[in-house]
């Protein structure tokens, strides 16, 4: 009973921390992005063509975007669901060139992994005490991040702050599609747990005859951990130490499940990978925060056929960087909001 109690209690503070850790920054957030949208929109209040003065509360909402994933809109939840599955599932043939900078490290990682993962669990203690601690860390970090996902949008929803809010969404999200995503890579594996057979973890050790969502590739604690880090790290652009912990948890959280002995290390591996390519794509599907940030720094090449000259334009919008003290610092210094370009030609 005490053991059950301790376990309980080791979740609940782990909600508690996470949901008031992201809160506070999302609120911080919030008030700098409501004080540089208001001097950002204060030229525009007054070069109305008629002279009259609009109503700032009239154009917050004429800004706001009813077509978005609530509790109250739970269609466009599904929409945005199956989206994200399209689009996770054929993102292989959207892959570049560039990507190979990262993708081949993965991969190599992975099968150096999958080689040395009987042999790293065989010299791994099996100590009970150990594996306790071990399931109790996974454990408190997975259900405290679902925890804190609830928490954050149930705040966020009562003291209309749009960030909070937007954050507790798109954790979800994030969660719900990366739940998803591993139990088709469960059974399209169907991996043996160390705990099961020889321990040596076989892909398809009984044939293709039985299917089971208890495989062991890749880990759904781990999926879920990173999914949610990488959500709420993007949210909330500048807490460092609110990042370190967030990504320091999701690290432990895909230790554990292998200390435990519940998964190889390859399984933690690829299941961290996938949760935080998943979190990084729905925020970039459905955040405004990133719709926000896109474009503040553009590099183009030029080439002028009438002179034949070639060069490259830099365009720079000081205005839509993401501090606010930059916005505001060119907002204040010009008025109009305009951008500047620097040409280097050459013949």
């Not at 782990?14 to 004080?35: K, P, W």
């Not at 002279?51 to 975007?65: I, K, L, M, R, V």
């Amino acid at each position: 009973m005490i053991g059950v109690f301790g376990r309980f209690s080791n979740q609940v503070c782990s909600v508690v921390f996470l949901a008031a850790a992201t809160i506070m920054c999302s609120s911080a957030d919030a008030q700098v992005g409501q004080q540089t949208s208001a001097e950002l929109q204060t030229p525009s209040t007054v070069s109305r063509p008629d002279g009259t003065t609009p109503d700032p509360q009239q154009a917050s909402t004429s800004t706001s975007d009813p077509d978005r994933c609530d509790v109250s809109q739970l269609r466009t939840c599904f929409r945005d669901f199956f989206h994200d599955q399209a689009g996770i599932w054929t993102s292989p043939l959207r892959l570049q060139p560039q990507d190979a900078l990262w993708l081949l490290p993965l991969a190599g990682a992975t099968a150096v992994s999958l080689h040395y993962d009987a042999q790293t669990l065989a010299q791994m203690s099996t100590s009970p005490n150990r594996i306790r601690i071990s399931n109790g860390v996974s454990n408190a970090g997975t259900y405290g991040a679902i925890g804190a996902t609830a928490a954050t949008y149930i705040i966020g929803k009562i003291t209309h702050n749009e960030t909070a809010r937007e954050t507790g969404v798109l954790s979800a999200e994030a969660i719900v599609d990366a739940s998803v995503v591993t139990e088709v890579l469960k059974l399209a594996t169907n991996r043996e747990r160390p705990s099961y057979g020889t321990g040596n973890g076989p892909f398809w050790p009984d044939g293709r005859a039985i299917y089971t969502t208890n495989g062991s590739f890749p880990s759904e604690h781990a999926t879920v951990s990173w999914a949610f880090a990488h959500v709420v790290a993007d949210e909330t652009p500048g807490h460092t130490w609110l990042h370190l912990g967030l990504y320091v948890l999701a690290t432990a959280v895909s230790v554990t499940r292998v200390t435990g002995r519940n998964h190889f290390p390859s399984d933690a591996l690829v299941g961290s990978a996938v949760g935080y390519l998943i979190g990084g794509y729905v925020f970039r599907q459905h955040s405004d925060t990133y719709a926000r940030r896109s474009s503040g720094f553009l590099i183009a090449p030029m080439y002028n056929a009438a002179t034949r000259s070639y060069g490259v334009a830099i365009t720079f919008a000081p205005a839509s960087l993401e501090s606010g003290w930059g916005r505001g610092l060119w907002s204040k210094a010009h008025p109009s909001d305009e951008h500047f370009v620097l040409r280097s030609d050459s013949n």
